[in-house]
């Protein structure tokens, strides 16, 4: 199986929906809960995990971190770690993933997947209804319908808050109290 011929210039950054979007507060996927330098940081409406979240490079087109300046790429990581640390301080996971991949849609961004206590797969990867079978260039970017009442600019507002805090690490340990339900949510909110 080849790759088809739009990949390649997506990979160019050619009708790039990532670039062309701007800097927007909402997306059909997300919520901003961050606008950082280098930047914007989207708390994901989709129910796939409690504290989901994507952090989407905002300069030029970049498709590879590789194509980085030295100061881009650490100003990226930096954003990238700071949004892990908010989770971590927020929601209180087991662990967090940073998914780094492209293959659907070639701009940079970066998964950052809470994984919790009652993880279903706690020693594999993460299967959501969207990585659970083979996409190649098959994302919709018509807005879809919010899952819930309680996504809102309201239920941002505690990530936004961590966001903004000190960005030291704290004290990561003991982990794994908590579900993925965690601090009383209700459990039929799938953003958490």
């Known amino acids: 199986m080849e790759w088809p011929p739009e990949f390649y210039a997506l990979r160019r950054g050619e009708g790039c929906p990532m ?16 606008e950082g330098e280098v930047s914007d940081v989207y708390l994901q409406r989709a129910g796939v995990q409690r504290g989901y979240t994507i952090v989407i490079w905002r300069g030029r087109h970049v498709a590879e971190p590789t194509e980085l300046t030295l100061d881009e790429a650490a100003a990226y990581w930096s954003e990238v770690l700071a949004v892990g640390r908010a989770l971590e301080r927020q929601l209180e996971p087991v662990k967090v ?61 505690p990530y936004r808050e961590t966001l903004r805090g000190p960005s030291a690490p704290q004290a990561p340990w003991p982990r794994g109290r908590r579900s993925s339900r965690g601090r009383g949510r209700p459990r039929s909110s799938p953003c958490g």
């Open 97 to 157: 993933n940073y998914e780094l991949l492209g293959n659907s849609l070639p701009h940079l961004h970066t998964h950052v997947l809470p994984r919790y206590a009652d993880d279903p797969r706690p020693a594999g990867c993460f299967r959501s209804p969207t990585t659970s079978r083979p996409r190649i260039l098959k994302r919709s970017f018509a807005p879809t319908p919010m899952r819930c009442a309680d996504c809102s600019q309201a239920r941002t507002q």
């Open 19 to 34: 670039c062309a979007e701007g800097r927007p507060d909402e997306t059909p996927f997300g919520l901003r809960i961050l």
